[in-house]
């Protein structure tokens, strides 16, 4: 059973830094292709993609986080962490973050969430 857990939001100055982290269990071995995935969703706004993660190493990130967000991940005690290293925050970050996985099987796709961790950002 694939299992999603953030951690790592909370309240930040303009211009600082926050890592989230989200412990993935159940997805290692679990797919012929994993892609982990951070998404964002402000009040009032579509929740976004912000950062994407393939197990051979290949991210991919929004415009509007490119140059300030990294995505990375480890297999730590059997379980898949993934991280989202977020520096220069700007107001407009101030989201929910969601951890995402995406495990792509033969004739099949399947999609995991977390439960979502609040990242404010505000003087």
């Known amino acids: 059973q694939v299992q999603l857990e953030e951690s790592g939001g909370g309240f930040v100055q303009p211009g600082g830094s926050l890592r989230l982290a989200c412990a993935a269990s159940?997805?290692?071995?679990?797919?012929?292709?994993?892609?982990m995935n951070w998404y964002r969703q402000a009040p009032g706004k579509e929740r976004e993609l912000v950062a994407a993660?393939?197990?051979?190493?290949?991210?991919?990130?929004a415009d509007s986080v490119m140059g300030r967000f990294a995505i990375s991940g480890e297999i730590l005690n059997a379980q898949y962490m993934v991280y989202l290293q977020m520096n220069n925050l700007k107001p407009e970050d101030t989201a929910v973050y969601y951890c995402?996985?995406?495990?792509?099987?033969?004739?099949?796709?399947?999609?995991?969430w977390g439960q979502g961790t609040q990242v404010t950002v505000s003087s």
């Open positions: 995402n996985a995406r495990r792509i099987l033969i004739g099949a796709t399947r999609e995991h």
């Open positions: 993660l393939t197990t051979d190493g290949r991210a991919n990130y």
């Open positions: 159940g997805v290692i071995g679990s797919a012929n292709v994993l892609v």
